[in-house]
């Protein structure tokens, strides 16, 4: 059977999914995915000394592995099999130390190119956290960056939900294959994704989210990304890995300052120490990336354009990222009650507020 030689290397792949390093020393060794694949067994021995490696199982693997079955990857229409050799494999994510051989990919390829900010942070964000990282991921996709995060819980989905509503680009880097939907709660922003963007992932379609999965993706997301922007962290997280390992690859990391006494905020208020840049506004991360003057976002209207009573604008204006209670809502306003009420019901109807058990208000962006 003749087969591609990009069969070989994606057979190489899903032996070692989520091991990129190991299919580099593989590489480097037998120069090709082909010759690495048609090798003796013995061939492998310079592999026994190293600790990292099973070569029982990678030498099983490579056995049991159905090369036609492979090549049924290839052949996929729905996801998209993007080899580090391709023309439209991103040059940024080829210049990491540990580079993916494989992407799968679901949506517009396209969003692989260009400039692109990732915005990560906790899954158990406050309502602060949650705006800011909304308000971030709408400006920026307004301003014509590509928003990248991991599609997590909190910060994340809350950088897509901005970038998505602002009618710009956005990419999930996944923890699991690209079919798998992770969290369960999250179909419908994944499905929006796809349509503006992009999910991506190096684990093969069908793979679920496995714990260790999310430390290895976090160098996909800094490795596609001009900047980090830590959004709300605690001082042992993902989303601090995600920053160390950006500075690693030599990507600028920023960070949004926090409330002193909050734990979400340490992480985030280290890195400024550290050196990080601190964000208080998109502008902050365009001109960081020096793209201020030419991409600067359309507008500062908090209304993002959309028509609003006099009751509405006069919440609006008042509210913050802050939560606060209906009652101050009422005393701050001057207005009553039940007016207080139906501005608040509308202005949450348009995505402008966020309601938090407890009848407690804030802005959503």
């Not at 991103?90 to 692989?112: M, S, T």
């Not at 400039?115 to 309502?127: E, L, Q």
């Not at 996944?174 to 349509?195: T, W």
Request: hydrophobic share 45%.
């Amino acid at each position: 059977m003749i087969l591609k030689s990009e069969v070989y290397w994606l057979a190489w792949h899903l032996i070692l999914a989520g091991q990129a390093r190991k299919f580099w020393v593989i590489m480097d060794h037998f120069g090709t995915p082909e010759e690495a694949w048609r090798a003796p067994d013995k061939e492998f021995n310079f592999l026994a000394g190293q600790r990292s490696f099973n070569l029982g199982e990678l030498l099983a693997r490579r056995r049991h592995t159905d090369l036609s079955k492979v090549a049924n990857y290839l052949k996929d229409g729905e996801i998209i099999t993007l080899l580090f050799n391709d023309s439209g494999y991103p040059e940024p994510l080829k210049n990491i130390y540990d580079p993916p051989p494989v992407l799968f990919l679901r949506g517009k390829a396209a969003c692989l190119q260009g400039n692109a900010v990732a915005i990560v942070g906790s899954r158990r964000a406050t309502p602060y956290g949650l705006s800011v990282a909304e308000r971030l991921g709408y400006d920026l996709a307004g301003a014509g960056i590509n928003v990248i995060s991991g599609m997590a819980r909190g910060i994340d989905t809350a950088a897509h939900r901005g970038a998505l509503d602002a009618g710009g680009k956005t990419m999930a880097v996944l923890g699991c294959g690209v079919d798998v939907i992770y969290p369960r709660e999250n179909g419908r922003i994944m499905r929006s994704i796809m349509q503006q963007g992009a999910v991506v992932s190096e684990f093969p379609p069908g793979s679920p989210p496995e714990p260790w999965h999310f430390p290895v993706r976090n160098r996909i997301i800094s490795g596609l990304s001009k900047v980090v922007v830590v959004v709300e962290a605690a001082e042992r997280s993902g989303a601090l890995i995600t920053a160390h390992v950006a500075l690693e690859q030599g990507r600028d990391v920023m960070a949004v300052p926090g409330n002193i006494t909050g734990k979400l905020s340490k992480g985030p208020n280290n890195l400024i120490k550290q050196g990080a840049a601190p964000v208080l506004d998109a502008a902050d991360i365009l001109e960081e990336m020096g793209v201020g003057v030419l991409f600067a976002p359309q507008s500062t209207d908090p209304a993002g354009g959309l028509k609003l009573g006099d009751d509405e604008k006069l919440l609006l204006k008042l509210l913050d990222y802050d939560p606060v209670s209906l009652e101050a809502m009422v005393q701050r306003s001057g207005l009553p009650a039940g007016q207080v009420m139906s501005a608040l019901m509308f202005l949450e109807m348009k995505g402008l507020v966020r309601q938090m058990p407890g009848r407690l208000y804030a802005r959503a962006r």
